[in-house]
């Protein structure tokens, strides 16, 4: 945008943007108004906009302007304008009253908020604001709004205040504190029955809480401390403000963990003191909310129920530590009692609110898990009986339910919840024992004994949950054990046929979860193996049978070798079955793993016949090249691709003499012509590519060598069609052909061959604008392609004529953001260092020493200037790691260099941020020059880099 437009176009546009029913119209409207925002004539149209308010829709757009204009285009505004932004700001909100949009209001605190925090000439602004509006009472709704915000916004990521920064503003709100305790007591007594205000009040201190601005003591002796609590004991209350209680609880709770808010100017003595009476009397605040409790369940109020599930898993999860080091030696810590009101909660009628303190258990269980410990062990596990025994129950389907658990209403949400109940318990099951839980599932399983003596028969959706719990815990059951899994399976296997279709689903999962156990007991396979078969053919249980062969075969390669006739006659018949078509290809995987075990001479002819069942339906989609695709069905190219693939991939042979031909050779070479000719005809279809390059890269893994007189056919094609369509799994492919043959030096030139002219296209694509941004695809496995090639062939590469380009490439690919892309591009750069100095006892070590030398002396400067530039404004901290390998084997080559490289990277890094606070001191510049040049790990590198980082974020 040139020039600033006039308001009424601006308002024209807005209105356009929230009333015009033409969809085309009010796109480009939104697009124009983007364009505005992004443009430096926007502070001055929202400011006008703002002091007219017309209307809602355009005041909101003008607040939301501001705001957004401040987070992430400060540095536009010269520092002689903060003022003026400030009192203008300052002037919108003194105008806000009771008839006001929330929203709007929201983004005009919001903007204050971020102008405070960003402009650091601002001496006391907390003082300033209170005194400015404090003593109005219209004024109160706002200046909490900001005064909530305020703190925040301190972590907001969008404002690059930078560390140094950060920490200052967190002393000014430590300065502040005792003001706005004040001032938010002061509001407490004057706000009266105003719910809205006591919101506001509790919302205002929780955010001031969560930031440690407000000292341990100061919040210990707190009257909105105070008054959360009596909100939280009177069941009467909103649900609101109720919630809004809770969080400020739940965040108190949290800072009892934390050393932040604590006030570092007393004794370790006098702080443990301090934290173990404000702990105690925050246990027993919270242990007086059961009433309270049991009143919201009573009254099914759920919400509520849910707030206090919150709070007692948030103070048991804040005493953890305390709990469990204070039971060592079989003593028994008054903490615990916390664990049973958990309980409580986890036995309510709805799993949404079991679901809560989940997170709970898996901290507690990894704890005992390190501590190993056989008295803790025994002083908790009746608490996690407990929560297996109510997980069970919380797992039980409806007991009019007639189909699968995810069939029906809500059957999604229910199924993954019993997911996340699954991995809970293998995670927790330790502590009680899996043979024990076992047991006490399959007591439920066979019923209980009544008052009378009398058995009690189970009804099915009990049955099925405790069926569903063994699952859970089958792969943790001795192999050898020979009490209760016998007869569960024998149980299973004799299901009368009119049992709910729910039980016989788990039951089939629960046979999969016992392979191993099956493995070890051989004479149960055969009626394993025909129970299994009888389900595939049935509606519903087809997928879970196909899971519970492909374990089976798995875990039992040696005895199903003898069952191949009859898995092969399976895989011929897969499509009469009723499942899915990644149960089929599950269900392939599974007859590839025992057709890997035949006799060498036998897996040839078995493999043929598998994969020609695939290949023949494929060709005749080929042949007949006017029936339409349709997805996921036998008309799609794909359904028969990803099953060659899947016999491909696991078809492992043992290879005895890698001199003999491979025993899958023949068939490779009998598939080749169909991949190729579903290549050429499929070539406009990148979803087809994606499948046929990943059909040949696991036919090319599964014989290996074995398959060099297809290399030339298969080269020719996949750079023919690369020219035509830059589709990235081309390139993916080319990497696996330099993988298996670059160590061929008769293979050499040819792929290199193949490289250069897969390097043209692909740099016609990325050097489009924003084309790295957009192809990261391209990107990843262009590097990966190069990266293969100084693994496997480092001097032919070295030499290749495009090498320049292709680093030059990857030094303006070292900002992309794009996880795997960086990473491939992190790992080229590190392979390329790395040649030069591995293998030193080869003959060709000098040569690659050299080379990789040059090119260190030409581009080493650059590339650490662009990974210390990325690793601050562009990658995320995840992605630090890749960087520091590269830096750390710069530095193998030439530490002095790199060493004098880094200083002038450093130099070379911003010294205020937008506010003009400075980002760095000298200090912190010398200490990270030196920690990256004394460390000698990549860890030591990435923790330097992560640290740096956050001085300009």
């Known amino acids: 945008m040139d020039s600033s437009p006039s308001l009424e176009t601006v308002y024209q546009a807005v209105y356009s943007l929230y009333n015009n029913p033409n969809s085309a119209e009010k796109e480009k409207a939104s697009v124009w108004l983007g364009e505005l925002q992004s443009s430096v004539f926007a502070w001055k149209v929202a400011d006008e906009m703002l002091q007219q308010k017309r209307d ?52 005009l605190c919001l903007a204050l908020a971020d102008l405070t925090l960003q402009m650091c000439s601002w001496q006391k602004p907390v003082v300033d604001l209170i005194n400015r509006f404090g003593g109005a009472t219209a004024s109160l709704w706002p200046l909490l709004e900001v005064m909530t915000v305020l703190p925040e916004e301190v972590n907001s990521r969008s404002l690059k205040l930078g560390a140094n920064r950060r920490q200052h503003i967190i002393m000014d ?89 604590l006030n570092h100017s007393q004794s370790n003595g006098e702080i443990e003191m301090q934290r173990q009476q404000l702990q105690l009397c925050v246990f027993t605040s919270v242990m007086n909310l059961e009433q309270p409790y049991h009143l919201s369940v009573a009254h099914e109020d759920m919400e509520k129920s849910m707030n206090y599930c919150r709070i007692f898993t948030e103070l048991a999860e804040s005493f953890l ?46 704890d005992l898990y390190q501590r190993n410990s056989d008295d803790l062990n025994t002083t908790f596990r009746p608490h996690f009986e407990r929560l297996v025994g109510a997980l069970c129950r919380h797992c039980q389907m409806e007991p009019d339910h007639l189909g699968l658990v995810e069939e029906g209403g809500g059957g999604e949400d229910f199924a993954d919840f019993r997911g996340r109940v699954s991995e809970l318990i293998k995670d927790v099951v330790f502590v009680v024992g899996s043979c024990h839980c076992f047991r006490q599932m399959f007591t439920a399983l066979t019923g209980a004994v009544g008052p009378q003596g009398q058995q009690q028969t189970p009804t099915w959706d009990s049955s099925e949950a405790a069926l569903f719990v063994m699952q859970a815990v089958a792969k943790n059951i001795i192999p050898e054990e020979n009490d209760v899994v016998p007869k569960v399976v024998e149980a299973i296997l004799n299901l009368p046929e009119n049992t709910h279709i729910a039980v016989r689903h788990t039951s089939i999962l629960l046979l999969g979860e016992l392979c191993e156990w099956i493995e070890r007991h051989p004479q149960s396979l055969e009626p394993v193996l025909n129970f299994l078969l009888a389900c595939l053919s ?11 062969l492909q374990s089976i075969c798995a875990a039992c390669p040696k005895h199903m070798a003898g069952h191949f006739p009859g898995l092969l006659q399976i895989a011929r018949s897969l499509d009469s079955f009723a499942i899915t078509n990644d149960a089929a290809i599950g269900l392939l995987k599974g007859v590839s793993m025992i057709l890997a ?66 025993p899958c050779q023949s068939v490779i070479t009998e598939m080749w012509p169909v991949l190729s000719n ?75 061959r193949m490289l250069e002219a897969f390097v043209g296209p692909a740099f016609a694509i990325l050097q489009r604008p924003d084309g790295l941004k957009n192809h990261p695809d391209t990107v990843d496995d262009l590097f990966r392609l190069c990266a293969r090639f100084l693994q496997r062939a480092p001097v032919a590469f070295l030499h290749l004529a495009a090498l320049g380009n292709v680093v030059e490439c990857a030094l303006l690919a070292c900002s992309l953001d794009h996880r795997d892309a960086n990473a491939s591009v992190m ?31 030409e581009k ?94």
């Open 827 to 857: 790992k080229f750069f590190y392979d390329l260092l790395y040649s030069g100095r591995n293998h030193e006892n080869r003959p060709d070590f000098e040569i690659r020493k050299q080379l990789v030398r040059g090119i260190v002396n």
């Open 56 to 107: 809602v829709e355009s005041c909101y757009f003008a607040a939301q302007t501001m705001r957004t204009k401040i987070q992430l285009s400060f540095h536009e505004l010269p520092a002689e304008a903060h003022n003026s932004l400030r009192d203008s700001l300052m002037d919108h909100i003194s105008q806000i009253n009771e008839h006001t949009s929330n929203v709007i209001v929201t983004q």
């Open 678 to 752: 579903a290549c050429h005809t499929y070539q406009q279809d990148a979803r087809l590519m994606e499948r046929c390059c990943r059909c040949l890269r696991f036919a090319v893994r599964c014989v290996g060598r074995h398959s060099s007189h297809l290399l030339e056919p298969l080269v020719k094609q996949i750079v023919e069609l690369y020219s035509s369509h830059q589709n990235s799994c081309f390139l993916y492919l080319g990497s696996i052909l330099v993988d298996e043959y670059a160590t061929d030096a008769d293979c050499v030139s040819g792929l290199l």
């Open 860 to 953: 080493g400067q650059t590339l650490v200037a662009r990974l210390i530039h990325a690793s601050v404004f562009s990658l995320h901290s995840y992605m630090l790691s890749d960087v520091a390998e590269v830096i750390i084997e710069l530095a193998l080559v030439d530490r002095e260099l790199v060493s004098r490289w880094l200083e002038e990277a450093i130099k070379a890094m911003p010294t205020q941020n937008a506010g003009g606070s400075p980002t760095t001191t000298p200090a912190q510049l010398l200490e990270f020059h030196n920690a990256v040049m004394r460390a000698d790990t990549p860890k030591a590198v990435a923790h330097a880099l992560r640290n740096f980082a956050r001085l300009f974020r």
């Open 597 to 662: 075990t035949l006799p060498r001479d036998e897996i040839g002819p078995a493999m043929k016949e598998l994969c020609w069942i695939q290949a023949r339906p494929l060709c005749h989609l080929i042949e007949s090249r006017g029936i339409p695709i349709e997805r996921g069905t036998k008309a799609d190219p794909v359904v028969w691709l990803d099953r060659l693939a899947a016999i491909f991939r696991h078809t492992n042979p043992r290879i005895d003499n890698p001199a003999e031909p491979h």
């Open 173 to 261: 709100l430590n300065a502040s504190a005792d003001t706005v305790t004040e001032f938010l007591k002061v509001c407490l007594e004057n706000g009266g029955d105003n719910a809205q205000i006591q919101v506001r009040i509790l919302r205002c201190f929780t955010s001031w809480v969560a930031v440690h601005a407000i000292s341990l003591q100061a919040v210990g002796s707190s009257d909105v401390v105070a008054y959360a609590f009596q909100v939280l004991g009177n069941h009467m209350t909103g649900s609101q403000l109720h919630e809004v209680a809770t969080d400020c609880v739940c965040v108190l709770l949290q800072s009892l963990k934390d050393e932040g808010c």
């Open 321 to 366: 530590d305390t709990m469990v080091s204070g039971c060592l030696g079989g003593k028994q810590h008054y903490s615990v009692k916390i664990l049973d009101l958990v309980l409580t909660c986890v036995g309510h009628h709805d799993y949404e609110v079991a679901e809560i303190t989940f997170n709970l258990w898996y901290r507690l269980s990894e």
């Open 538 to 548: 049935q509606r519903g249980l087809g997928g879970a049978a196909s899971g519970a």
